[in-house]
Nanobody, 119 residues
Framework: QVELVESGGGLVQPGESQRLSCAAS????????MGWYRQAPGKQRELVAT???????NYGDSSKGRFTISRQNAKNTMILQMNSLRPEDTAVYYC?????????????WGQGTLVTVSS
């Protein structure tokens, strides 16, 4: 079983930066991909970025060029560095891990952390 705990959310002003962390614990050897997703009020959850065990990354259209995802494997931690934040980035950000389970993958989610971008 994998557990994910996010940290680093809060209130920031437009144009500022913020860093989110996700700490994984438990059966982390089964994790194949980790990522960040977000959900704004009244909207569907959307991809922010993912990173595989090989370091390959994938970004959602809204985060390309402004956000950077990374992993610190020795610390079982994933980082999302967000720069040039905009009010439309306001959302609950969720950490996700795709964990090998049987013949497929199981989605594991953190509890979410709220990021508010406002002046």
């Amino acid at each position: 079983q994998v557990e994910l705990v996010e940290s680093g959310g809060g209130l920031v002003q437009p144009g500022e930066s913020q860093r989110l962390s996700c700490a994984a614990s438990g059966s982390i050897f089964g994790i194949k991909v980790m990522g960040w997703y977000r959900q704004a009020p009244g909207k569907q959850r959307e991809l922010v970025a993912t990173i595989g065990n090989d370091g390959s990354t994938n970004y959602g259209d809204s985060s390309k060029g402004r956000f950077t995802i990374s992993r610190q494997n020795a610390k079982n931690t994933m980082i999302l560095q967000m720069n040039s934040l905009r009010p439309e980035d306001t959302a609950v950000y969720y950490c996700n891990a795709k964990v090998l389970s049987g013949g497929g993958y199981l989605d594991v989610w953190g509890q979410g952390t709220l990021v508010t971008v406002s002046s």
